[in-house]
């Protein structure tokens, strides 16, 4: 029986994806949840899983090919065996690539060669008996110029094309990526359609660290191995701000001002796919610790691309902490259709005048983006300024004064 692969259903806010990889080949035994194809959206990758054991019998849509929700993208053949490899009866021996268990099948001086230049033995083609690797054949491996590799079956469609230049220089051409694309479209239409400017204030981060270096320990083991960052404090503070300022938590629609009677924070986080934004909905009915809770959650998920669709969609205010990656100041672009993001930086010891003297403190330089068309420059400024405030005395996020 003949079992149809289908493109999942995709939300409203995601109109097509892209087939980004084929794990399996037309013929290749498949089993029963085990991931066939990944299919790459603006916001996430979509995985794909085979709904029965049998074989992959036709992939319709190839790697590159664009999809919409529920497409057929290819079938399966429900209880059907793969035929046996040609090569399956040759022994294993016989291939100098492969070499018999253990084994090493290069001579002594050319592993030495191989150990010295971090050579991948197996790429080495042997010329002496049995396929055995000499000196001279490590030599001439490594004087030979190397052709960059195309990827094996349906994904060689997204390959990668290099060059070399007379001068010996290389080049490399990479496809952008969907999600790539989408953020430099998004970034480039939030410079050109917003009157977007930045202000900057600085932040003793002391007290906050003094509460953190206190009570860390206590935190942890209280919340079941949740760590006390920094960023908690920051999501809290800018709710706090929100609340008094609401052009800071509002969007635009149109011609029309949305003001939101919730904070729903993105918090900014880095993956091996790009930027991606979740967004922790609700955040006013969350304390520190749940906080901290979920922007790691999201950042292990980010890393494994595991984030869904509902989890990147929406916000109201974002924040961004560049100070991770080493940036002492920065301008934030806006994420729209939102009206302002906070930009966190690096925390660094500088001498601060404090009542006529002069003290090392660790401060923090913040920023704040906003669209000046729905924000006022004294509405962005106080904003920030609230936050420096209830940052330099958290007792105030408690008393919420």
């Known amino acids: 029986m003949t079992i149809e692969l289908k493109a999942p259903t995709l939300p409203e806010s995601v109109p097509d994806g892209t087939i980004a990889t084929w794990y399996k080949s037309v013929g290749d035994t498949v089993s029963r949840d085990e991931l ?4 790459e959206t603006d916001k996430v990758v979509i995985e794909v899983v085979s709904p029965t054991d049998g074989v992959l019998k036709e992939i319709i849509k190839n790697t590159g090919d664009t999809i919409v929700s529920n497409e057929a993208i ?3 053949d429900a209880g059907a065996a793969a035929a046996p490899a040609v090569s399956a009866a040759a022994p294993a021996a016989a291939s100098p690539e492969t070499g018999s268990v253990g084994d090493s099948l290069a001579s002594p001086a050319a592993k030495k060669l191989i150990e010295e230049n971090a050579l991948d033995e197996k790429s080495v083609v042997g010329s002496g008996k ?3 690797i000499t000196k001279e054949d490590v030599v001439n491996h490594m004087q030979a110029p190397v052709a960059p590799a195309a990827p094996a079956g349906p994904a060689s469609q997204n390959s990668v094309s290099a060059s ?17 694309a989408k953020v430099a479209e998004r970034l480039l239409h939030a410079t050109q359609t917003t009157a977007m400017l930045t202000t900057f204030n600085e932040v003793n981060m002391k007290p906050v660290m003094d ?5 860390k320990d206590q935190f942890e083991k209280t919340h079941d191995g949740v760590r006390l960052g920094f960023m908690s404090f920051f999501v809290r503070a800018c709710i706090e701000g929100l609340k008094r300022f ?14 939101h009677g919730y904070q729903d924070i993105g918090v900014a986080v880095g993956s091996p796919r790009g930027l991606v934004v979740p967004v922790l909905r609700n955040a006013d009915n969350m304390g520190l610790a749940q906080i901290e809770k979920s922007i790691r ?3 292990l998920k980010a890393q494994d691309g595991k984030l869904t669709i509902d989890e990147l969609a929406g916000g109201t205010f974002t924040i961004s902490n560049g100070g991770v990656f080493g940036s002492l100041l920065s301008t934030p672009i806006l994420n729209p259709p939102q009206t302002a993001i906070l930009g966190m930086h690096k925390i660094q010891e500088r001498p601060m005048a404090v009542d006529g003297e002069v003290k090392i403190l660790p401060m923090m330089y913040l920023a704040l983006s906003y669209d000046h ?7 962005a400024v106080q904003f920030l300024v609230t936050v420096k405030e209830l940052l330099e005395d958290p007792t105030r996020l408690i008393l919420e004064i």
């Open 36 to 39: 066939l194809v990944d299919i």
């Open 74 to 76: 290819g079938s399966v």
């Open 130 to 132: 049995d396929g055995r």
């Open 164 to 180: 070399v230049s007379t001068d010996g220089r290389t080049e490399e051409r990479v496809p952008m990526s969907r999600l790539r």
């Open 211 to 215: 509460i953190r270096t206190r009570y």
């Open 246 to 259: 609401p052009a800071v938590n509002a969007s635009l629609d149109g011609k029309e001002i949305v003001y």
């Open 297 to 299: 959650e999201y950042g």
């Open 373 to 379: 068309q729905m924000i006022d420059g004294k509405e």
